[in-house]
């Protein structure tokens, strides 16, 4: 089975630009969680969507949203850019929510905020 | 609210050695998961382990063990004759069972292995 796919790898951005990050899960899998990594906060929550509705998010402001698809695959954006924003995006599939399953991660996307 | 805290921020062995990766969680809750997830350079994370707060059977694979002990709250992690290649950081994590796939992160421990 294929593993979870992130593209693209790498984004240059200017502040105030906005950003579309994409997730591609494992097949079969229909959940699809958001985690941003940088070395001051480490790895931190954004958030889930399970069946297309979001189930979860973490405490970040409103430029950060996301969707996912019927298929699964999800998409985050980020608005507005801010030289903050600049991180490892992460992306992890699991079978089900709950909080139960395992969760795979994606390769992540390095944002960089200029 | 959880918590995780992995004290060793770096740690640095010569290769054969043994070495063990401490994890600390808090939560009220009486059911959750705990994790070990491996970093390597290249970014991804990648998993290692789930114990569910009902399993404190200890657990060996190949050269790696871990040992949950909820007395102490600790799910610490062995590395048995280290390698070069077992160089990354390593992140404990945890999940509540509260509707939604969220996991809590401690701030990792990046393992150096020298030849």
């Known amino acids: 089975k294929a593993g979870v796919t992130q593209t693209p790898r790498y984004l240059i951005k200017t502040r105030g630009q906005q950003v579309t990050l994409s997730c591609s899960p494992i097949?079969?899998?229909?959940?699809v969680s958001w985690y941003q990594q940088t070395p001051g906060q480490g790895l931190q929550f954004l958030f889930e969507y399970f069946s297309e509705t979001q189930r979860n998010k973490g405490n970040f402001p409103g430029r950060f949203s996301g969707r996912q698809f019927s298929n699964s695959r999800s998409e985050m954006n980020v608005s507005t850019l801010e030289l903050g924003d600049s991180a490892l995006y992460l992306c992890a599939s699991s079978l089900a929510t709950g909080g139960a399953d395992t969760q795979y991660f994606g390769p992540g996307t390095r944002l960089t905020v200029l | 609210a959880q918590k995780v805290t992995q004290a060793q921020t770096e740690i640095s062995v010569v290769e054969k050695e043994d070495v063990t990766l401490d994890c600390v969680y808090e939560?009220?809750?009486?059911?959750?998961?705990l994790f070990w997830y491996k970093q390597p350079p290249s970014g991804e994370l990648v998993f290692l382990i789930r114990?569910?707060?009902?399993?404190?059977q200890n657990e060996i694979s190949g050269r790696y063990s871990w040992n949950f002990q909820k007395s102490t709250s600790s799910f610490n992690f062995t590395i048995t004759a280290s390698q070069v290649v077992d160089s990354a950081v390593y992140f404990c994590a945890l999940s509540i069972i509260q509707g939604a796939q969220k996991l809590v992160f401690g701030q990792g421990t990046r393992l150096t292995i020298n030849p």
């Open positions: 097949s079969g899998h229909r959940s």
């Open positions: 939560t009220r809750d009486t059911t959750y998961y």
């Open positions: 114990r569910n707060s009902f399993d404190e």
